[in-house]
């Protein structure tokens, strides 16, 4: 993987599946860091140094669509993992700036190996 140091910022506005995911990642041998809002995320991804970014916000992909694109703006390297529900209506457009979309109910199984697989080819 590259960068040595596996910093995975994991933004989500539900805390419950916010310090599961952590956990979890954790498990896998990830240093975690979580921020609990877009907004917080976006400021906590400017100050520390984040080798992937997990983004979990509820809701129809527009607030995780405008956060997204905030985060590729500042960096444009730095991989973006984008959870989404099955059953949530998206906005056009809402996962464009994502570099995987990952459905929720895989997550489990699916997101150490994407993560992974992103930092593996940066």
């Not at 599961?20 to 100050?47: A, P, T």
Request: aromatic share 4%; with cysteine.
């Amino acid at each position: 993987m590259s960068k040595g140091k596996n910093v995975v910022l994991c933004i989500g506005n539900d805390f419950v599946n916010l310090n599961l995911r952590c956990s979890l990642l954790r498990e896998y041998g990830w240093n975690v860091l979580s921020s609990g809002s877009g907004h917080e995320g976006v400021i906590r991804f400017g100050q520390e140094q984040v080798d992937a970014v997990v983004l979990d916000l509820r809701g129809d992909g527009s607030e995780s669509a405008l956060i997204a694109s905030e985060l590729k703006r500042q960096c444009l390297a730095v991989p973006v993992i984008m959870l989404v529900a099955a059953r949530e209506a998206l906005v056009p457009g809402a996962t464009e700036q994502a570099d995987a979309v990952l459905l929720k109910a895989s997550e489990s199984r699916e997101l150490h190996k994407t993560l992974k697989s992103l930092l593996t080819v940066c």
